[in-house]
């Protein structure tokens, strides 16, 4: 193998889901098997970082603020669901589990690796629960320690002092230490209709 091969390679198993043998393989692919599709990627990736960004009001992927989701007046804006990552929301929405809108932080509460509420997207949350007048925040974060020390922060901080604001917690179906991204929809449907008072 070349030194630029193994870079590639190298670089593509630092992806979330690609192990030495995935990353191998579409290195193989493009460059080997398929190397007229490498223009096409790479000019789509590069379109991609000049467009994309986070929505500035939940934090989700858009092109133009704001993001599909928060722009559509279909969705209950009463009803927010924070979730960890983006990945979660996306999860949802192939679900079809929620039809309110969402607030992405961006990751969760991990005092030991030093993550506190300053480095998570929490900055416009509790504006946006006075402005769009929210009745209902469903916790859709991981079902292990730092997931639920972040949903007792939010509780703590944001929904106490606000004593119109009920509060769920997704948990039903989700497996303990398990997150959102690789539960099937069913799963999660079940997980969201199957809420429980949190508090």
């Known amino acids: 193998m070349t030194d ?24 193989l692919h493009l460059f080997a098997e398929r190397p007229d599709r490498l223009p096409q990627l790479l000019d789509a990736l590069r379109v991609a970082s000049e467009r994309l960004g986070r929505c500035p009001r939940c ?12 722009a559509d007046p279909r969705r209950d804006a009463r009803r927010l669901c924070v979730v960890e990552r983006v990945p979660d ?17 961006h990751g969760r509460l991990a005092p030991i ?27 859709a974060l991981s079902n292990d320690i730092e997931g639920e020390a972040t949903c ?29 991204t690789y539960s099937d929809p069913a799963t999660l449907k079940n997980a969201m209709e199957a809420r429980r008072g949190y508090a």
Do not use: M, W
Request: hydrophobic content about 40%; aromatic content about 8%.
């Open 4 to 27: 630029a091969f193994e870079n590639v390679r190298n670089l593509l198993k630092q992806l979330p889901g690609l192990g030495y043998r995935s990353a191998e393989r579409i290195a």
């Open 59 to 70: 934090g989700n992927l858009c092109e133009a603020p704001p993001c599909s989701i928060c």
């Open 89 to 105: 929301l996306f999860a949802l929405e192939r679900a079809g589990a929620h039809t309110g809108l969402y607030h992405v932080l």
């Open 113 to 139: 690796q030093g993550i506190g509420p300053e480095h998570l997207n929490l900055a416009t949350f509790g504006s946006r629960l006075d402005e769009d007048r929210v009745s209902e925040v469903v916790l």
């Open 152 to 180: 007792h922060y939010i509780q703590d901080t944001f929904l106490s002092p606000r004593p119109g604001i009920t509060a769920s917690r997704i948990g039903f179906g989700i497996p303990s230490g398990g997150g959102l």
